[in-house]
């Protein structure tokens, strides 16, 4: 599904992605784990075509998309859904209103059947009855619900998902994860996401991937990055432990 070689980006002096090399396939959920600035949010960026690498590519089905037009990359994101750090509600609409938005706006089917699809999408994210609330209305939790039922209006072969349980107590982000990997399950979306939630995010997880001064140190399944021998690996999945060795 998506390919990243050799991603080179900087900002001034400031190198931030220093040859990114990472494969993602289909239908698998990555996440992408790393340090606070360390470029998680720059390469989410480059996937979706917001910013141009200095060098590198990424190819989306086999689709070069660091060479591509506005136009030809607009064509693109329609396979792409992105639910942002803190939900990105529209606060003069409801939650309905919101959750409908992308469907209205792509004009893709009738009134009537996108209005089923928002209730059926709100029930499987645990929002019935919320409809006619307001973003300011509704706690953190519900509104990162709703920003992944508007997600899959659209029903994308992508979900990108930008730190999507920040700020959420344990139990919270707990919940987050399981709508998220319930929803997985039932539309099969290939998911990205990039978080630093150790270990809670392996749960969820079919393949992770350690950025670590702007390059994938590694990468595989969740079991293979808890017993991964690399000093970095073992600081980041488990300080307590590797300071203890």
Avoid: C, W
């Avoid at 390919?3 to 001034?12: P, V």
């Amino acid at each position: 599904m998506i390919e990243i070689m050799n991603l080179e980006k900087s900002f001034g002096s400031q190198r931030v992605l220093k040859g990114v090399n990472l494969k993602i396939g289909t239908g698998e959920v990555t996440a992408i784990l790393g340090k606070s600035g360390g470029g998680k949010s720059v390469l989410l960026k480059h996937i979706i075509g917001l910013m141009k690498p200095d060098s590198g590519r990424i190819l989306i089905n086999g689709t070069d998309i660091t060479v591509l037009k506005s136009q030809e990359m607009d064509i693109i994101r329609e396979k792409f859904a992105v639910v942002f750090q803190f939900g990105a509600l529209f606060d003069s609409m409801t939650i309905f209103e919101n959750v409908a938005f992308p469907a209205i706006e792509k004009k893709r089917a009738s009134q009537h059947d996108i209005n089923g699809k928002v209730k059926q999408l709100l029930t499987e994210v645990g929002l019935v009855g919320m409809e006619e609330k307001y973003p300011s209305e509704i706690s953190g939790g519900m509104r990162k619900r709703v920003a992944l039922a508007r997600a899959l209006i659209m029903e994308p072969e992508i979900i990108l998902f930008d730190e999507p349980t920040t700020g959420l107590d344990p139990i919270l982000l707990d919940q987050i994860h399981s709508y998220i990997k319930a929803t997985h399950s039932k539309y099969g979306f290939t998911g990205i996401v990039i978080s630093h939630e150790v270990p809670e995010i392996f749960d969820i997880a079919d393949k992770v991937a350690i950025l670590d001064e702007g390059v994938v140190i590694e990468a595989g399944t969740p079991s293979d990055i808890r017993q991964s021998l690399n000093p970095v690996v073992r600081r980041f999945v488990s300080p307590r432990a590797a300071h203890q060795e």
